[in-house]
């Protein structure tokens, strides 16, 4: 069981987007970028992941790309409805355990969710 494909950002001009807001937060294995929605906004949060080749080889892209799907879909609840995600990876996130990237993320959606509730602010 995967995203659904409405919860998965596709296009170059989303992703484009959301890496132009302002809400950034540099963890050691990945960058969150997240482009909060608008207020009463019902939609669920969307996701993107993004791995260069300096992260590694193709199987090791995809791998980093599964994990943090898999991170998304366990813990989207926690983001503020409407809002739309990338993650960058960062060849770092080899040397991180699933338990360490799962703790960076939870704490990136609590970081994304204060600033929403401060109305986009920090």
């Known amino acids: 069981m995967g995203i659904p494909a409405s919860q998965r950002l596709r296009k170059q001009s989303d992703f484009q987007q ?3 807001s302002e809400h950034r937060i540099h963890c050691g294995p990945f960058v969150f970028q ?3 929605g608008g207020a009463g906004s019902t939609e669920l949060p969307s996701l993107g992941v993004i791995a260069s080749r300096r ?3 193709a199987v090791v892209r995809n791998r980093g790309k599964r994990l943090t799907r898999e991170l998304f879909r366990h813990h989207a609840g926690m983001l ?3 809002s739309r995600v990338v993650v960058v ?3 770092g ?3 991180s355990s699933f338990a ?3 703790s960076q993320f939870i704490d990136c959606c609590n970081r994304i969710l204060k600033k929403s509730e401060s109305g986009g602010h920090s």
């Open 18 to 20: 959301v890496r132009r």
């Open 34 to 36: 997240c482009e909060l």
């Open 55 to 57: 992260v590694g080889n």
């Open 80 to 82: 503020p409805p409407g």
């Open 89 to 91: 990876l960062r060849a």
């Open 93 to 95: 996130y080899r040397r």
């Open 100 to 102: 360490d990237l799962n």
